[in-house]
């Protein structure tokens, strides 16, 4: 009989325990998506008057993207596409939902919510959601264990300047798809911002000790700006200011709970914006820093925005990416991350984390990306590279150089044409300035053969194109009266 000293038995245990130790825990994953925030809104992307310190150790710590795209400038649409990985006019969500609207999020259709829980996750999201706020539609529908939350824009309420008498009914609180609250206040705004916060906070203590994925989908700096006691008169921007500052705090809570809980090393967070400023709101507007035009257009200051994210130890900390990519692409590098399987459906997203990671000699997967409006316009095509814009005919919105209005009031914007198509070196001309089509013959035919493809699957309202590849929204049946 062989005996084992007790002292050896226990170094040889000791020993052992990698051998037989659980597979590496899952990443947490936290997005914060906050509305109408124009790409100089964070200090580290040049904001002024306010500061954004907690948004700014992300860069510190993680990795500046600075030409990071939406799919479409406008609230609905833009979340649709975040969630979905596809192009929102692929499944048939354009604009912004009214509180009338019988459509939305076609339950055929897989949220990062849905992917993520089918892996074992706990899904949660706070905050503005927007994809249809009828039933079949909410996110209890679509993958979120718990939610709490707007079922759409804070402007959609009669109490909006510039809300004519009976335009929308009142703006409900919604919890797991009930509403709890039929009258959103004004007071009641101005603890939105808190409230949805330390939703994601004790979401993340309920369930640390299990992979989670949270969404939080802040209203604001959506106009009509509201902001609690403890940031009002806080900046030397005003209100504007004063709610981005808000806004870094509840990030900052964020941050701080994962650190509180040792879920740094484990959480991936990403932080970024639907689209640009409403610039026509003026000082209750962000800013688009370089950029051409803001929220509602097709130009960079639409469709460009501020995006920040850390995961130590597998994002490099510090770094800045000047490569270009886009909200569709989270879902399926999320799916590689995590090993959960991609919807069924065909998506436009690809998986981008060697982009993401900074790996050496990484290249975008994409041949390029395609830039469509409301009602299916495609408005401009961008090489994979990111490098080169062409800028399709079409009409767009804009100030013309004009200030914007003040104090919750907007300016009207007028409307513009874009003739020819326009093709611009966003390495060189981040403003979009100048037209180099006639020296770049080669790149315009390319990129207008590209946008043909784009046409044939998705579909151009603007050419008349239907796309064999476009997907019907979820519908409710109407009854006539």
Same mark, same amino acid.
């Given at each position: ?30 997005? =914060? ?17 306010? $500061?954004?310190?907690? !948004? ?71 905050? #503005? ?50 509403? =709890? ?12 911002t808190t409230r949805f916060t330390e939703r994601a906070v004790a979401?993340?203590?309920?369930? &640390? ?15 009509? !700006? ?80 501020? /995006? ?16 270009? !990519? ?36 990484? &290249? ?37 150089? #004009? ?47 590209? $946008?043909?493809? /784009? ?8 050419? &008349? ?17």
């Amino acid at each position: 009989m062989l005996l084992i000293h007790p002292a050896r038995l226990l170094v040889f245990l000791l020993l052992a325990v990698p051998l037989f130790s659980a597979a590496p825990r899952l990443p947490n994953i936290v997005v =914060i998506f906050t509305d109408d925030q124009g790409y100089g809104d964070v200090g580290v992307f040049g904001a002024k008057g306010y $500061a954004t310190p907690h !948004l700014d150790s992300l860069a510190r710590d993680g990795v500046k993207f600075t030409n990071f795209h939406v799919a479409q400038a406008v609230c609905s649409a833009s979340r649709a596409a975040l969630l979905t990985g596809s192009y929102p006019n692929r499944i048939g969500i354009h604009g912004a939902l009214g509180p009338g609207a019988t459509h939305g999020l076609n339950a055929a259709e897989t949220t990062i919510a849905e992917m993520l829980k089918a892996r074992g996750y706990a899904t949660g999201m706070a905050g #503005k959601w927007h994809l249809g706020s009828r039933e079949p539609f909410l996110p209890n529908r679509h993958g979120f264990d718990e939610s709490f939350g707007l079922p759409y824009s804070n402007d959609m309420w009669p109490h909006h300047p510039e809300a004519k008498a009976g335009t929308y009914p009142k703006l409900p609180l919604l919890e797991d798809g009930k509403v =709890i609250d039929d009258e959103v206040t004004p007071e009641d705004q101005t603890q939105l911002t808190t409230r949805f916060t330390e939703r994601a906070v004790a979401f993340i203590e309920r369930h &640390k000790a299990k992979p989670f994925f949270f969404y939080l989908a802040h209203p604001m700096p959506h106009v009509p !700006l509201y902001v609690s006691d403890k940031f009002k008169g806080k900046s030397q921007q005003g209100l504007y200011g004063d709610v981005i500052m808000e806004i870094d705090w509840s990030v900052g809570e964020v941050l701080r709970t994962l650190e509180k809980h040792g879920l740094v090393r484990d959480t991936l967070v990403i932080f970024t914006s639907d689209n640009g400023p409403w610039l026509s709101y003026g000082n209750h507007a962000g800013s688009a820093g370089p950029l051409r035009e803001g929220k509602g257009t097709a130009w960079e200051g639409g469709t460009r925005v501020p /995006c920040l994210m850390r995961w130590p130890g597998r994002l490099p900390a510090g770094s800045v990416s000047d490569d270009f !990519l886009m909200t569709i692409d989270l879902l399926p590098t999320l799916a590689g991350l995590t090993g959960a399987k991609l919807p069924s459906l065909p998506i436009d997203g690809l998986d981008v984390w060697p982009l993401l990671s900074r790996q050496p000699g990484a &290249k975008n997967p994409h041949e390029g990306y395609g830039m469509w409006y409301a009602q299916n316009e495609l408005q401009a095509v961008v090489s994979g590279d990111g490098r080169w814009k062409l800028v399709l005919p079409h009409r767009y919105r804009s100030l013309g150089g #004009k200030p914007g209005g003040r104090d919750g009031l907007p300016v009207k914007y007028e409307n513009r044409t874009q003739g020819a198509p326009a093709l611009y070196d966003l390495r060189t001309d981040l403003g979009e300035q100048n037209d180099v089509a006639a020296a770049q013959p080669a790149i315009v035919q390319r990129l207008l053969a590209f $946008a043909e493809t /784009c046409r044939d699957e998705l579909g151009d309202s603007l050419t &008349k194109r239907v796309g064999r590849g476009a997907r019907e929204p979820g519908r409710i049946a109407t009854v006539k009266k």
